[in-house]
């Protein structure tokens, strides 16, 4: 038998991002606990700035009744000269009966001692106030608070409770507040309890009371009037996702309404007004024909037939915001770029200043950029002398607008606040883009650098905080990362995937480290192997295969594994393979590193010369890329198969047996130059 369920734990305004972050394993802790008292029932878990509400269609009124059996020690165990020994004792208090009452049962081999039980299953109400306090235990907010005298925390003070099973209420006692048959409103309703004669009333008291209890219900009435404002003003609203989920959980009763700014805030780059009312007042930015415009839309929460003073009352705080952005703005474009004062910045324990750093990071870009000057000589027409002028202009650059004041009031602006004031400054606009772009990627799939050149800035960037941090110690370990170093060495491999160039590990790191205190330099090359093997797409055996070959060039690593995977996903690959494993197990025995002499003359079947042929004419083609090569040396089946069919490597004659096991291992070797094939698993 079941009746619907109803838990509402009212509470003062929750702070959204932390409810958002654990909105999951809230639904997911009450699941579990359901199953843990073996009272499984679908449910509905929603929230609303001032409650936490759990619903029940259909929960079962008791626990099932079961059947519990127990197996105790083996009867050999359990008496000695016909006493019991502490063991049975021990099971029969276990089982709470006399040992007298105790059965046998075969287990195995073992005659064991035994005991069968009916237990009655508990009713629901009897469970439900432990199982709430052990849900609101789960509840990870983070930072947590205590009020009045008392000493249980949660993330805010509650205020009411509902726990109804059916149409009774069941007494529950949390925080010193007890349930019974009351919610509360919107406040501008009314301030005072609201009864809930039954729970199937329950939402509709609460809409009447310009409350919306379903998320997904307000986010759509939100976008719906999103899509009314857009029409009758003629703009277009940002679905800011992050933002309009952080609005959803801030109302109770949403209206969008449009607001607007004194036209000179314009002035002000896109981001710093973007920024300033998103972050600051949760205003959803507005555009037209691509251009942002002086007006915004907020998400109010108000409860009125007039919502012209809530509008008048947003655009008046917004005002002094957009003053003070702007007062910064002209200051920081009278003061200039500079990088004085960084040398007081500290950036890491161990590795020195942030002007430190920027010399470090000057270094390696001048190692890039030699390594890179044909190519960015061709993409930007400038010389040598220019281009390293303009790199260690940008790297110079590149945080000096950590001293602007702007950026002491924005600090998600930096980087982008450099781009805007080097613009204004007359700076070359490689340089400036540079400096907005030195971030890039900031995430998995993000905006890549534009160019080379902004390329060559964000890795020198990336480079001198990967090797610094891995000199001192600050290794990731598990899943922690403070310092975003994965992070860093993805970027660094789709920035050089991206702009195909090459990037040799090994020859990299022992040209950087000179640099930095001594350090397991094997660590940091796992370290980015692993990454590698992570940002690839394909089969895992294939990155393994490739990576097996020794090549260490990501650029190349990346090409050859895109080529092998595009083979190995075909649909004929699996049957034909085993040729090829075959290959490789011959090899295994070779030393693949020692002369692997071949001689024709040896050769007693047609099969061998055959094959031999072959394979020289393959090896000796120029390729356009590595999937060429490789189905030039699949090609080779057909004959490797008349090979093994007509061909006894292992003859008995050394002489024979060793030049058969060169000539299968020179092919498995030209493999290896792209990948060991050994490796790959279909």
């Keep these: 038998m079941t009746q619907p369920l109803l838990i509402e734990i009212g509470v003062e305004e929750l702070p959204a991002i932390p409810l958002l972050k654990i909105v999951n394993p809230i639904e997911a802790s009450w699941k579990k606990l359901l199953e843990e008292y073996q009272l499984e029932s679908d449910f509905r878990f929603v929230y609303t700035p001032r409650r936490l509400v759990l619903q029940h269609a259909a929960m079962p009124i008791k626990q099932a009744d079961r059947t519990v059996e127990l197996m105790g020690p083996p009867?050999?165990?359990?008496?000695?000269?016909?006493?019991?020994?502490?063991?049975?004792?021990?099971?029969?208090?276990?089982?709470?009966?006399?040992?007298?009452?105790?059965?046998?049962?075969?287990?195995?081999?073992?005659?064991?001692?035994?005991?069968?039980?009916?237990?009655?299953?508990?009713?629901?109400?009897?469970?439900?106030?432990?199982?709430?306090?052990?849900?609101?235990?789960?509840?990870?907010?983070?930072?947590?608070?205590?009020?009045?005298?008392?000493?249980?925390?949660?993330?805010?003070?509650?205020?009411?409770?509902?726990?109804?099973?059916?149409?009774?209420?069941?007494?529950?006692?949390?925080?010193?507040?007890?349930?019974?048959?009351?919610?509360?409103?919107?406040?501008?309703?009314?301030?005072?309890?609201?009864?809930?004669?039954?729970?199937?009333?329950?939402?509709?008291?609460?809409?009447?009371?310009?409350?919306?209890?379903?998320?997904?219900?307000?986010?759509?009435?939100?976008?719906?009037?999103?899509?009314?404002?857009?029409?009758?003003?003629?703009?277009?609203?940002?679905?800011?996702?992050?933002?309009?989920?952080?609005?959803?959980?801030?109302?109770?009763?949403?209206?969008?309404?449009?607001?607007?700014?004194?036209?000179?805030?314009?002035?002000?780059?896109?981001?710093?007004?973007?920024?300033?009312?998103?972050?600051?007042?949760?205003?959803?930015?507005?555009?037209?024909?691509?251009?942002?415009?002086?007006?915004?839309?907020?998400?109010?929460?108000?409860?009125?037939?007039?919502?012209?003073?809530?509008?008048?009352?947003?655009?008046?705080?917004?005002?002094?915001?957009?003053?003070?952005?702007?007062?910064?703005?002209?200051?920081?474009?009278?003061?200039?770029?500079?990088?004085?004062?960084?040398?007081?910045?500290?950036?890491i324990d161990g590795l020195g200043s942030l002007a430190d750093k920027i010399e470090r990071e000057k270094a390696i870009a001048r190692r890039l950029l030699a390594l890179y000057l044909e190519k960015l000589e061709a993409q930007t027409g400038k010389s040598p002398e220019e281009l390293e002028k303009l790199i260690e202009r940008a790297i110079e650059l590149a945080k000096a607008d950590l001293m602007s004041e702007m950026v002491y009031e924005f600090t998600e602006l930096q980087g982008l606040m450099g781009y805007y004031y080097a613009k204004a400054l007359g700076e070359d606009p490689l340089v400036y883009t540079a400096i907005k772009e030195q971030y890039l990627p900031t995430g998995e799939g993000g905006e890549l650098p534009g160019s080379l050149f902004s390329s060559i800035v964000a890795m020198s960037i990336k480079l001198d905080t990967l090797l610094g941090l891995f000199s001192v110690g600050k290794i990731p370990t598990g899943s922690k990362d403070p310092f975003a170093l994965r992070r860093a060495v993805n970027g660094i491999v789709r920035i050089v995937i991206a702009n195909d160039i090459p990037f040799d590990i090994d020859a990299m790191i022992t040209l950087l480290k000179p640099a930095y205190d001594a350090f397991d330099t094997d660590t940091l090359k796992a370290f980015i192997l692993e990454r590698i093997n992570k940002s690839l797409e394909a089969n895992p055996s294939v990155i393994a295969a490739v990576l097996s070959s020794g090549e260490r060039d990501i650029n190349a690593i990346a090409k050859k594994v895109a080529a092998l995977n595009a083979i190995v996903a075909s649909d004929t690959f699996k049957e034909q393979f085993a040729t090829f494993k075959r290959v490789a197990n011959i090899s295994r025995d070779v030393d693949l590193d020692g002369p692997l002499e071949i001689d024709p003359s040896r050769f007693e079947v047609d099969a061998e010369h055959a094959l031999y042929d072959a394979w020289v004419e393959v090896i000796g083609q120029d390729y356009p890329d590595y999937r060429s090569r490789l189905e030039a040396l699949f090609g080779l089946k057909p004959l490797l198969d008349r090979y093994f069919d007509d061909v006894l490597v292992n003859a008995e004659d050394e002489a024979l047996r060793k030049n058969r096991q060169n000539l299968i291992a020179s092919i498995y070797k030209s493999f290896r130059e792209i990948a060991d094939i050994k490796e790959i698993s279909v």
């Design 75 to 347: 009867v050999a165990a359990a008496f000695k000269e016909g006493a019991p020994t502490p063991a049975a004792l021990g099971f029969a208090r276990k089982c709470g009966v006399e040992l007298e009452e105790l059965g046998r049962a075969q287990k195995g081999k073992s005659e064991v001692l035994y005991y069968k039980k009916e237990e009655k299953g508990a009713p629901t109400e009897t469970l439900l106030e432990e199982m709430i306090r052990r849900w609101i235990a789960s509840m990870a907010f983070g930072k947590m608070m205590r009020w009045g005298d008392r000493g249980e925390e949660f993330i805010r003070p509650v205020r009411w409770l509902q726990v109804r099973l059916g149409e009774r209420v069941v007494p529950v006692e949390l925080f010193g507040v007890t349930s019974g048959t009351q919610t509360h409103v919107h406040r501008m309703v009314t301030y005072e309890p609201v009864a809930v004669p039954t729970i199937g009333e329950y939402e509709a008291v609460l809409a009447q009371g310009a409350v919306m209890l379903e998320p997904a219900a307000r986010e759509a009435r939100i976008l719906e009037q999103f899509e009314t404002l857009e029409a009758e003003h003629g703009i277009s609203i940002e679905r800011d996702r992050a933002l309009l989920a952080e609005v959803v959980a801030i109302t109770e009763n949403p209206q969008a309404l449009v607001g607007s700014f004194d036209p000179l805030f314009l002035e002000l780059p896109p981001e710093v007004i973007i920024t300033s009312m998103k972050e600051h007042q949760r205003y959803f930015p507005v555009f037209e024909n691509g251009e942002l415009t002086n007006r915004f839309v907020v998400v109010s929460n108000a409860y009125t037939d007039d919502y012209s003073k809530v509008i008048a009352g947003n655009e008046r705080v917004l005002k002094p915001r957009l003053a003070d952005a702007l007062f910064f703005y002209h200051n920081d474009l009278k003061n200039g770029l500079s990088t004085a004062g960084l040398e007081k910045v500290q950036f």
